[in-house]
Structures are given as structure tokens and as C-alpha cells.
């Protein structure tokens, strides 16, 4: 059986942690930037569930991958209320308004 070696994993990890954090760089639209930060959480779960693949006995990789998971179902949750308020007051959601919530 042909397996995938590490380096393809780790390759196509950042190359979602790139495109994750030029999307969060480039876009000014809430719901863009917060699931660019997802698509940067999926990399880091990617390298660690490859890197666990090397020591089979150990699942601390799949442990962290799981609390990254759980941690980032709460993020969303709370950005998107966060993003369906900040909609409610402005009626927009670029992140370069969001600067006039401090008057």
C-alpha cells in the first residue's frame, strides 16, 4: 500500500494556512475574516493529525485536534452573534466600520 508521505500533508497544511490568513488580511467582509481563521485552525488540525500518523500509539495529536475543533465551533458561534449584532446596529458588516462602535 502506497501511504502519503508527511511532506504532502504538511505542504497542502500551509498552503491553507496561507490562503486562511490572506483572506483575513485582504477581505474587510466579518463572515469572510472569521472563516479565514477556520480555514487557518483546519491547517493546524491537518499537521497534527500527519504528525500523529508517525507515532500510532500516541493520539495526543488527535486529542489536541478534537479541543481545536470543539474551541473553534465556539468561535464561530460567538463571531457570527457577534457579526448578526454588529449587522443589526450599522446594517453592515466591513470590518473597517467597526471602529464607529466606540462612540
Do not use: K, W
Amino acid at each position: 500500500m502506497n501511504a502519503i508521505p508527511l511532506e504532502c500533508y504538511v505542504i497542502v497544511a500551509a498552503v491553507l494556512f496561507f490562503i486562511g490568513t490572506a483572506g483575513f488580511l485582504i477581505r474587510r467582509n466579518l463572515l469572510v475574516l472569521l472563516m479565514s481563521i477556520e480555514v487557518m485552525l483546519n491547517a493546524v488540525n491537518l499537521t497534527l493529525v500527519a504528525f500523529n500518523r508517525l507515532h500510532a500509539g500516541n493520539h495526543t495529536g488527535q486529542i489536541f485536534t478534537f479541543f481545536i475543533i470543539a474551541i473553534a465551533a465556539a468561535e464561530a458561534a460567538v463571531g457570527l452573534a457577534i457579526v448578526l449584532a454588529f449587522f443589526r446596529l450599522r446594517s453592515t458588516v466591513r470590518s473597517d466600520d467597526a471602529d464607529l462602535l466606540r462612540n
